[in-house]
């Protein structure tokens, strides 16, 4: 299958600084690209939709200005958390799909970060 | 937003056995997927079930889907201790671009 590369795969913060957390496409293209959040021994949430060239696309609940997404690229998009706080600490999951295929298709995911605020 | 449930929320059986999981959803769907976590990584695709299918067999995995009730069961037959994580369906969104994940269900094999 194809390869979602998520980097860091873990990092420890003081509060108030600012965490950036990559995710790349290696080996195909994605338009699109899924930010999920997940505590433990819980489900993932969906936080964000990342569209190449475009704003993303957040859901409900999920404060944009802390939580921005970047996709400057086909390959590749961030998310940085701004003035991190401890109730940030989690586990976060990055997603992609292929240009062109639909939700009907498998999706492909980064092996996560696990950030921890202190 | 979660998409549903699955039961049960932890799984603990041996080598050899099978191990059922369900899974419930709330809204139509044109397909449902199982997805795989170890603990602490990604999730590995596993399956994917269309609306228009009852059945779909991988390897040991067995999927059945019940559209009527809204439900999935994953079945994995001859479990080994490296089928050892959590296991997650999950459905599109009502806007039909991002997979929700149920609650998961946690199997426990042990040798």
């Known amino acids: 299958g194809a390869v979602v590369s998520q980097h860091p795969s873990w990092v420890i913060c003081k509060s108030g600084t600012s965490v950036k957390i990559e995710c790349r496409s290696l080996d195909f293209q994605a338009t699109t690209m899924f930010w999920y959040r997940q505590f433990p021994k819980q489900s993932l949430m969906l936080m964000a939709t990342s569209n190449e060239g475009s704003k993303a696309t957040y859901e409900q609940g999920v404060e944009k200005d802390k939580f921005l997404i970047n996709h400057a690229s086909l390959t590749l998009s961030t998310l940085t958390v701004t003035s991190a706080h401890p109730e940030d600490s989690s586990f976060y999951i990055c997603s992609a799909r292929e240009t062109g295929s639909l939700i009907n298709t498998e999706a492909f995911f980064g092996q996560g970060t696990r950030l921890t605020v202190v | 937003s979660q998409q549903g449930e699955e039961d049960p929320q932890a799984l603990s059986i041996q080598e050899g056995e099978n191990a059922t999981m369900n899974c419930s959803y709330k809204t139509s769907i044109n397909n449902l997927q199982w997805y795989r976590q170890n603990s602490g990584r990604g999730l590995v695709h596993l399956i994917l079930?269309?609306?228009?299918?009852r059945e779909k067999h991988s390897g040991r995995l067995r999927v059945t889907l019940d559209t009527s009730k809204k439900s999935s069961s994953l079945l994995i037959t001859a479990s080994r201790a490296a089928d050892t994580a959590s296991y997650f369906c999950a459905t599109a969104n009502q806007a039909g671009t991002a997979l929700i994940f149920g609650k998961g269900t946690t199997l426990s094999v042990s040798s």
């Open positions: 079930i269309r609306s228009n299918e």
